[in-house]
């Protein structure tokens, strides 16, 4: 079965520091994986999609690592801001159907405080 | 930010009416799909659309119906509301079918069905 799992469930950091969300999944055959941001009240909006032949992709100051080995995935915040709360969405896509079906993990919501 | 709007953003409504969630999209683009997700839950598919003229059921079962016929509008119907509809409502669209297209989500619309 296609799962993806997010840990932790939630997470607050004080502004200013570093934090680091996961993902494990079991989709296959892996295509690619992303990380989503959603703003409470508001649709997701993509961070990184990274393919099976990459580990590392950055934006700004969030980056986001994968191991394909062993179906892992993290995306580390650095020097956080307020504007950061809101829940991180890892999100996997099969390459067994031309939809380009997305597996969606339940997110970790994370709060920063001042 | 994308082009893809959804109306209206919050709607209760009391059992048993008709409801229309429309969704439009400026970008063109071919594919359209429509999303359920309860708090703290993962997205779950539940309509496609390959074009116009084209509609497909996503992996969640759901009372509801949707119609593709302009590129740029999907609008998503409930015929009969219950309670048990209550949920946020998520639009998206990306500009082809596969894995590798980026979905863009509009900001979503939260049903109340009392």
Partial sequence: KNQVEQSPQSLIILEGKNCTLQCNYTVSPFSNLRWYKQDTGRGPVSLTIMTFSENTKSNGRYTATLDADTKQSSLHITASQLSDSASYICVVSDRGSTLGRLYFGRGTQLTVWP | ?114
């Fill in chain 2, 1 to 114: 930010e994308a082009d893809i709007y959804q109306t209206p953003r919050y709607l209760v409504i009391g059992t048993g009416k008709k409801i229309t969630l429309e969704c439009s999209q400026t970008m063109g683009h071919d594919k359209m799909y429509w999303y359920q997700q309860d708090p703290g839950m993962e997205l779950h598919l539940i309509h496609y659309s390959y074009g116009v003229n084209s509609t497909e059921k996503g992996d969640l079962s759901s009372e509801s119906t949707v119609s593709r016929i302009r590129t740029e509008h999907f609008p998503l119907t409930l015929e009969s509301a219950r309670p048990s509809h209550t949920s946020q409502y998520l639009c998206a669209s990306s500009e082809k079918a596969g894995q590798s297209y980026e979905q863009y989500f509009g900001p979503g619309t939260r049903l109340t069905v009392t």
